[in-house]
T-cell receptor, first 118, second 113 residues
Framework: GAVVSQHPSWVICKSGTSVKIECRSL??????MFWYRQFPKQSLMLMAT?????????EQGVEKDKFLINHASLTLSTLTVTSAHPEDSSFYIC??????????????FGPGTRLTVL | GESVGLHLPTLSVQEGDNSIINCAYS??????FIWYKQESGKGPQFIID?????DKRQGQRVTVLLNKTVKHLSLQIAATQPGDSAVYFC????????????FGKGTTLSVSS
């Protein structure tokens, strides 16, 4: 199988604090991981692409200083929401690309992290 | 910009019926397509994928059809069950290595007993 985990599954924090979300590929190595956010009843919006050992690539409109991404190993990427505010409350989902040898690499998604900022 | 979209936001069917969920894409460079199922409060779950050199692919109770001429993708679910109730997203990708998936807006499938 191809399992991706996220931790924590939900978090409530006070405005102004920072929150770290972990994304792990449990049974495969992932050179590329992706971070998405999803608002209620909406689709997934790509925030950034994380490559192991290099800087993340952020989508237009996503503040890289606010959403810090670190991909230190082939099985772990972290997203830190710095100085969180209520508008950052959302469902954050990561995915990991499982390399099958071809360019059509399947992405597997984590279960998501529900962030609520009070 | 180019994006992947779905024709209908909701689809209601009876248990046992066959369901067809449609998706139109606009990026002619896309050559890999995936259907995901997302249940409430969970991450997307891979269902089935298809490459652009194919026009049909079958899985267990699911079939994906690709019509490149009209840039249309569909997911057929046979003998729909209540457990199939979820939001279904189509997503596309291109040959460029590392390119992230582009997701459509989603179709909510409701299956009644």
């Amino acid at each position: 199988g191809a399992v991706v985990s996220q931790h924590p599954s939900w978090v409530i924090c006070k405005s102004g604090t920072s929150v770290k979300i972990e994304c792990r590929s449990l049974d495969f190595q992932a050179t590329t991981m992706f971070w998405y956010r999803q608002f209620p009843k909406q689709s997934l919006m790509l925030m950034a692409t994380s490559n192991e050992g290099s800087k993340a690539t952020y989508e237009q409109g996503v503040e890289k200083d606010k959403f810090l991404i670190n991909h230190a190993s082939l099985t772990l990427s972290t997203l830190t929401v710095t100085s969180a505010h209520p508008e950052d409350s959302s469902f954050y989902i990561c995915s990991a690309r499982k390399t099958s040898g071809g360019y059509t690499d399947t992405q597997y998604f984590g279960p998501g992290t529900r962030l609520t900022v009070l | 910009g180019e994006s992947v979209g779905l024709h209908l936001p909701t689809l209601s069917v009876q248990e046992g019926d066959n369901s067809i969920i449609n998706c139109a894409y606009s990026n002619s460079a896309s050559d890999y397509f995936i259907w995901y199922k997302q249940e409430s409060g969970k991450g997307p779950q891979f269902i089935i994928d298809i490459r652009s050199n194919m026009d049909k692919r079958q899985g267990q109770r699911v079939t994906v059809l690709l019509n490149k001429t009209v840039k249309h993708l569909s997911l057929q679910i046979a003998a729909t069950q209540p457990g199939d109730s979820a939001v279904y997203f189509c997503a596309e990708n291109t040959y460029q290595a590392g390119t992230a998936l582009i997701f459509g807006k989603g179709t909510t499938l409701s299956v009644s007993s």
